[in-house]
């Protein structure tokens, strides 16, 4: 899934943990992805996380994102 959303040039947003080893591991060695938005399964912080992600699309670009996992809330 990571490599289709690198395709596309999607960022990919996850609560899934596999995807940060995936990421470290890319970083490692420094295989090319877009980019991980991680945040942790909280049904509370749902409305945070959203304010978080349409933050990071109306400020951010998407070559601040590749390579690096974000980690939510901001």
Same mark, same amino acid.
């Given at each position: 899934?990571?490599?289709?959303?690198?395709?596309?040039?999607?960022?990919?947003?996850?609560?899934? /943990? $596999?995807?940060?080893?995936? +990421?470290?591991?890319?970083?490692?060695?420094? *295989?090319?992805?877009?980019?991980?938005?991680?945040?942790?399964?909280?049904?509370?912080?749902?409305?945070?996380?959203? /304010? $978080?992600?349409?933050?990071? +699309?109306?400020?951010?670009?998407?070559?601040? *994102?590749?390579?690096?996992?974000?980690?939510?809330?901001?």
């Amino acid at each position: 899934m990571l490599d289709r959303s690198t395709e596309l040039g999607r960022v990919f947003f996850t609560h899934d /943990r $596999d995807f940060l080893s995936e +990421a470290s591991r890319r970083q490692r060695i420094r *295989l090319y992805f877009v980019g991980v938005i991680f945040a942790q399964l909280e049904q509370s912080l749902v409305g945070v996380y959203i /304010r $978080d992600l349409v933050i990071i +699309a109306e400020a951010g670009t998407l070559s601040e *994102l590749e390579n690096f996992v974000t980690y939510l809330p901001l």
